[in-house]
């Protein structure tokens, strides 16, 4: 590997809470435990809203940053996205970050009467989408023009595409700096997406081989074949890019029976779930070891383990974090 090291940190997906004080103990176990983020889930269903999830949970701690895990952007406007990420970096002081994807749940669009397009067409809105959202944190700065005296205005961000247009968009507010970008990927597509412009890329806790799922049909891609994707596309911005991976974590003695239970529930091989970065499985030392050889192989330095998991996963995350 030829580039520096990266550190391990740790996000916690959590998605529900009863009430006002039961998210607060949430946020600020989960800032007390070491963990970096806290990452809210964006679906229609008992889980809270993660725009206003991420801003209380913000509110509650000192260091945690908050982020969606992901939005789907069939859901909202991609200038009202930017608009509200915006907010919300500046309300956290810059401790959110902004996690986006295609949208992958039926049910989502069942409930709310959505169509539920084909993968390409929804992995076209979110280009558009992230096109959108680069020009919106780049765009509206101060620019000088000359109209027989020097002055000032702000440039609004304009855009033309197949699903989306805006024109002369107000840029603002504008942050000290622009939210981080993850994306979700496993598919070439997506993958391509998130080397351009993410500045997380998250892997997800499925294998891509050997499955289908409604509207996500199996991708083929192993991790080496999908690494170099995005090494090739993101080219010198690989290095700053940070790898993550939403895990499964099992602290367990039966390795093996644990294995091929992973691989019932998801239709492929015991071979195919080890191989998965997500999967960890098996004492706390071995879940370690993965940790470190996923790094070592594929530069995965930012884990997400479930809510479930958070005090179990506890200790490995002191260990880990920051080394």
């Known amino acids: ?17 009863g009430s006002a004080a039961e998210w607060v103990e ?16 964006d679906h229609f269903g008992p889980q809270l809203a993660p725009m206003l ?30 608009k509200e990420a ?11 970050d902004l996690g ?12 709310t009467g959505m169509v539920f397009e084909a993968a390409p067409t929804r992995v076209g809105k979110l280009a558009e989408a992230l096109e959108i959202l680069e020009r919106f944190f780049s765009d509206g700065q101060v620019v000088r023009t000359t109209t027989g005296t020097d002055a000032s205005h702000v440039q609004g961000v304009t855009f033309s595409g197949r699903y989306y247009q805006v024109s002369g968009l107000d840029a603002a507010p504008k942050p000290r700096e622009r939210p981080p970008i993850m994306i979700g990927a496993a598919g070439r597509r997506m993958l391509t997406l998130a080397a351009r412009y993410a500045d997380i890329l998250n892997f997800p806790d499925r294998p891509s081989v050997g499955v289908s799922t409604a509207g996500n049909p199996g991708l083929g891609l192993s991790m080496p074949e999908q690494m170099q994707i995005v090494r090739d596309v993101a080219g010198d911005r690989y290095a700053k890019l940070e790898l993550s991976s939403l895990t499964i974590p099992r602290l367990t003695d039966d390795i093996t029976g644990t294995m091929e239970a992973l691989a019932r529930q998801m239709r492929t091989t015991p071979e195919v779930i080890d191989a998965m970065p997500g999967t960890l499985v098996g004492s706390r030392e071995q879940i370690v ?9 594929y530069d995965i330095s930012y884990p997400v383990m479930p809510g479930a998991a958070m005090e179990a996963m506890a200790p490995i995350v002191a260990q880990l974090a920051g080394s």
């Open 26 to 41: 949430l946020a600020r176990k989960a800032e007390g435990l070491g963990y970096a983020t806290l990452l809210v889930p």
């Open 86 to 96: 915006a907010t919300l970096a500046l309300l956290t002081e810059g401790r959110f």
């Open 100 to 111: 986006i994807g295609a949208g992958w749940n039926p049910r989502d669009y069942e409930q």
């Open 1 to 17: 590997m030829t580039e520096p090291q990266r550190k391990f940190r740790f996000g916690v997906l959590v998605s529900r809470a």
């Open 53 to 82: 999830a991420c801003l209380a949970a913000a509110n509650a701690t000192t260091t945690l940053r908050v982020g969606t895990f992901v939005l789907d952007n069939d859901f909202r406007h991609p200038a009202l996205v930017a």
């Open 289 to 297: 070891e993965k940790l470190r050889a996923n790094r070592e192989r």
